[in-house]
T-cell receptor
């Protein structure tokens, strides 16, 4: 079945450091790819998405490029802030074969940014 | 412009009791998804519903779990005779459409179920 693998955390960075969170996927179809962010005690919020190969999703200084040849969707930010501390989930959406386009998530990467 | 609402936010049940989790989708959304997040794990799909219909329940355990999305009122995820392994965070998401891969799903804050 479909799966998403993302780098294990936790990741601790100093403010203004460069961030990369690796994400690779396996899918039988042609999925759309997403990054979601979860702040403590809250639900998931969509951070960015890409729907086809070579698309770049971007939002709030975060970027990720859909790489079909390497089946990857790595998240990057040039200069992290304390407010970026959260858990980040990589996810794909593909047809389940049972009537829905469901999200398949990675396990999440916890990011802590220290001043 | 309320987002997806879930209640209760926290629910404690003893083994053998029933748990009912409610989800009100965003206004205008008629597609609802339920996901479960076990400790230290990502979210796992459980079920996808449209108004009055279960479309895909391939992620739902075969026994004790059921879901509905009536014509009026919230979607309900029901767990009968809860066991300790049911302790998890249950998230509901809604979307405007449901039949394409790039539809954004909007998530509620989750219900954290603890089974004693």
């Amino acid at each position: 079945g479909d799966s998403v693998t993302q780098m294990e955390g936790p990741v601790t960075l100093s403010e203004e450091a460069f961030l990369t969170i690796n994400c690779t996927y396996t899918a039988t179809g042609y999925p759309s790819l997403f990054w979601y962010v979860q702040y403590p005690g809250e639900g998931l919020q969509l951070l960015l998405k890409a729907t086809k190969a070579d698309d770049k999703g971007s939002n709030k200084g975060f970027e990720a490029t859909y790489r079909k040849e390497t089946t990857s969707f790595h998240l990057e930010k040039g200069s992290v802030q304390v407010s970026d501390s959260a858990v980040y989930f990589c996810a794909l959406s593909a047809y389940s074969g049972a009537g829905s386009y469901q999200l398949t998530f990675g396990k999440g990467t916890k990011l802590s940014v220290i001043p | 412009n309320a987002g997806v609402m879930q209640n209760p936010r926290h629910l404690v049940r003893r083994r053998g009791q029933e748990a009912r989790l409610r989800c009100s989708p965003m206004k205008g959304h008629s597609h609802v998804y339920w996901y479960r997040q076990l400790p230290e794990e990502g979210l796992k799909f459980m079920v996808y519903l449209q108004k009055e219909n279960i479309i895909d329940e391939s992620g739902m355990p075969k026994e004790r779990f059921s879901a509905e999305f009536p014509k009026e009122g919230p979607s309900i995820l029901r767990i009968q005779q809860v066991v300790r392994g049911d302790s998890a965070a249950y998230f509901c998401a809604s979307s405007l459409g449901g039949q394409v891969a790039y539809n954004e799903q909007f998530f509620g804050p989750g219900t954290r179920l603890t089974v004693l």
